[in-house]
């Protein structure tokens, strides 16, 4: 079993800056996939970034490639989200996950463990 809690968000001007964070609690953190979703108010859960177990292979959204940076620190059981240029359009819950395998993935289906999501709001 794995337990992620996400930190780091909450209201930012357009333009703005946040960065996530998603500690993980495992003593196995280097061999999972991780990634990132998000849901608005309304809509269905979507894909923001993934990384695999070493970082060293990365996607992206079409929507946030550019201004949206996923990391980690395998040392310190976390990962990140570095989001910049931020637009009313992020705004949603994000969260993180974990998947039981070393490769990305974009579908919800394919991560097998959720944080509890923290909420980003970006006015214009």
């Known amino acids: 079993q794995v337990q992620l809690v996400e930190s780091g968000g909450g209201l930012v001007q357009a333009g703005g800056s946040l960065r996530l964070s998603c500690a993980a609690s495992?003593?196995?953190?280097?061999?999972?996939?991780m990634g990132w979703f998000r849901q608005a108010p309304e809509k269905e859960r979507e894909f923001v970034a993934a990384?695999?177990?070493?970082?060293?292979?990365?996607a992206y959204a079409d929507s946030v490639k550019g201004r949206f940076t996923i990391s980690r620190d395998n040392a310190k059981n976390t990962m990140y989200l570095q989001m910049n240029l931020l637009k009313p359009e992020d705004t949603a819950v994000y969260y993180c996950?974990?998947?039981?395998?070393?490769?990305?993935?974009?579908?919800?289906?394919?991560?097998?463990?959720w944080g509890q999501g923290t909420q980003v709001t970006v006015s214009s």
């Open positions: 495992t003593r196995t953190f280097s061999n999972y996939a």
């Open positions: 996950a974990v998947r039981d395998a070393i490769w990305i993935a974009k579908s919800a289906k394919e991560y097998a463990y």
């Open positions: 990384l695999s177990w070493a970082g060293a292979n990365t």
